[in-house]
């Protein structure tokens, strides 16, 4: 996974612009409404303390695919908008209503992975930029004294074993007000994290082992159908339809009359609105577990009869996700083409969007030129390019066209805030 830091744009191509044209003028023409919008939504529903949106831009519609609650990849960010991310850091310790000088934060337990820990290290360095003191607690079982590890060009990250005395979470004398799991929790909460009277961000019920995909975008398909009707649009161009099966067993083909079922379903509705709007292309979904990050267990399907016709491998590679888990719940999705593209037609990107509390702090395009505009490119052999961010997500620019950089950069913004806020009350809804 390499950045780069160049400031390119990439190239939408595709001639299915006519209704994303119309999203994009809708959303510019009433940027204060909008705005006026989310922010009676962020006073009845607090957003999350942090999270990350993978957006797809099919020149048709614009819709997220996966929120994450547990970002990683802060080092993907261009630097010169970290003022942005320790603003937002500041503001968004100070809506936790508790005083907290000093921040916790456990981390996965990669620790061969560079670039997740380039991660971790950009995310300390913020928050030390914010006037807080950090420290990294891991949950590695055999860490017992402190680890060092240099990630080079002068940056360096150092893992503390993690430590509980009585209710609280500690580090030798080091006690937080604040810890922050920047872990997903794919196995399940560890005992050490268990009864902690210390207020941690995001809540433990939000982790992959209790948290489903589909519950998700049951939340922003509420989200996305209220946004519609202020604005006055089809939520379709903004909300990718889905259905769901549980208990599915892929190297047991059980669940495959479900799966099938529900793909020709969707595939139906699908071509129903590409009628509508006359887009010619072929509908798809995304089969994909219901809980997991990383891209795993994530497959295209064109029609219900490739589901019968899995091979092996391809069930083998849909059966688990991260750490090992077993998948027994899977989300069948809309699938959104990417007609976006970097440095040439054959290399095709998708905009993942960052936030820290409600504000939008950057974000950059996952790239991937050996993948097709139908296909998953969260997987091995992708790469990142920056956003460049000439001007600020939340600032559009009137005097430009409606698809001008700065103004599609809003649009991404609005979405993955819509995503945002479906995962507020996904929140509100675990208390």
């Not at 719940?329 to 990107?349: D, L, N, R």
């Not at 991937?368 to 559009?396: Q, V």
Request: aromatic share 8%.
């Amino acid at each position: 996974m390499v950045v780069n830091a160049t400031q390119a744009v990439p190239h939408l191509t595709t001639a299915l612009t006519g209704p994303l044209k119309i999203i994009e003028s809708v959303i510019l023409d009433q940027q204060a409404r909008i705005e006026a919008w989310f922010r009676s939504q962020w006073r009845r529903t607090p957003a999350p303390f942090y999270a990350s949106v993978d957006l797809r831009n099919a020149g048709s519609k614009i819709a997220p695919i996966d929120t994450n609650l547990f970002p990683g990849g802060f080092n993907n960010l261009n630097p010169a908008f970290e003022s942005l991310c320790i603003q937002a850091v500041q503001s968004a310790v100070e809506r936790l209503g508790t005083p907290v000088d000093r921040i916790l934060i456990i981390p996965e337990n990669h620790t061969r992975n560079k670039h997740y820990l380039e991660n971790i290290s950009a995310l300390q360095r913020i928050f030390e930029k914010a006037g807080f003191e950090v420290r990294l607690g891991s949950l590695l079982e055999d860490l017992s004294e402190r680890m060092e590890i240099d990630l080079g060009d002068g940056l360096s990250v150092c893992l503390e074993p993690l430590q509980r005395d009585g209710a609280s979470l500690v580090i030798d004398d080091f006690k937080a007000e604040l810890v922050l799991l920047n872990n997903d929790l794919s196995s399940g909460v560890p005992e050490l994290l268990q009864g902690v009277e210390q207020l941690i961000k995001p809540s433990l019920n939000l982790g992959w082992s209790d948290r489903l995909k589909s519950v998700h975008f049951g939340f922003y398909r509420d989200v996305a159908g209220e946004f519609a009707a202020a604005l006055d649009i089809d939520p379709w161009l903004i909300d990718p339809m889905f259905r769901n099966c549980g208990e599915v067993d892929f190297m047991k083909r059980e669940g495959e009359s479900c799966l099938s079922g529900n793909v020709d379903a969707l595939i139906d509705a699908i071509q129903k609105k590409y009628d509508e709007y006359d887009v010619a292309c072929k509908p798809f979904v995304m089969i994909k577990a219901d809980s997991g990050t990383y891209g795993m267990g994530v497959m295209t399907v064109h029609s219900s009869e490739e589901v019968y016709e899995l091979n092996r491998k391809q069930r083998t590679k849909m059966a688990t996700t991260k750490e090992g888990q077993k998948v027994t719940k899977a989300i069948i999705q809309e699938g959104v083409y990417t007609h976006e593209t970097w440095a040439g037609p054959g290399t095709v990107a998708e905009p993942v969007i960052y936030m820290i509390d409600q504000n939008v702090v950057g974000g950059f395009y996952r790239v991937h030129p050996r993948r097709a505009t139908n296909e998953n490119l969260n997987s091995p052999g992708m790469y990142f390019e920056r956003l460049a961010f000439d001007e600020c997500c939340n600032s559009p620019d009137r005097e430009q066209s409606p698809d001008a950089h700065p103004n599609r950069f809003y649009t991404y913004g609005v979405i993955a805030r819509l995503a945002l806020l479906a995962a507020a009350r996904e929140t509100k809804n675990l208390k």
